[in-house]
C-alpha cells in the first residue's frame, strides 16, 4: 500500500497550491480519503475529508471556502485545492485513507509520508 503525497512547496500569502495524493495497492474507490496537517509544535489536524463516491465533503472551520477536496477514482488519486493561503496554514500536509478490507473483515488506516507547505508572510 502506497500514499504519495505531492504538489508541495514554498508559496506566499494569498497564494495557491494544489497537493496531489497517489493510491495504490488497495481498492481506492471503496475508501474515504482525507488531508490532515501538522504544522511546528501542533497537533495533527483534520483538513478535509471525502466519501469514497465523492458524493459528500467536510472541511475544518478554518478551511472552509478557501480548500477545496477532490477525487479522481479512475487515477487512484486524491487533491486538494488551496487558494489565499496564510502562514498560519504551514504544515505538512498528509494523505489518509481509512475503509474495509471486506475479504479479511479488516478495517484500514493508511498513512502517506507527508508534502510540505510553507506560506510565507
Known amino acids: 500500500v502506497q500514499l504519495v503525497e505531492s504538489g508541495g512547496g514554498l508559496v506566499q500569502t494569498g497564494g495557491s497550491l494544489r497537493l496531489s495524493c497517489s493510491a495504490s495497492g488497495f481498492t481506492f474507490s471503496t475508501y474515504a480519503m482525507s488531508w490532515y496537517r501538522q504544522g511546528p509544535g501542533k497537533e495533527r489536524e483534520l483538513v478535509a475529508a471525502e466519501t469514497s463516491t465523492g458524493g459528500s465533503t467536510n472541511y475544518a472551520d478554518s478551511m472552509k471556502g478557501r480548500f477545496t477536496i477532490s477525487r479522481d477514482n479512475a487515477k487512484n488519486t486524491l487533491y486538494l485545492q488551496m487558494t489565499s493561503l496564510q502562514p498560519e496554514d504551514t504544515a505538512v500536509y498528509y494523505c489518509?485513507?481509512?475503509?474495509?478490507?471486506?475479504?479479511?473483515?479488516?478495517?484500514?488506516?493508511?498513512w502517506g509520508q507527508g508534502t510540505q507547505v510553507t506560506v510565507s508572510s
Open positions: 489518509n485513507a481509512k475503509g474495509w478490507e471486506w475479504g479479511r473483515l479488516r478495517f484500514n488506516d493508511y
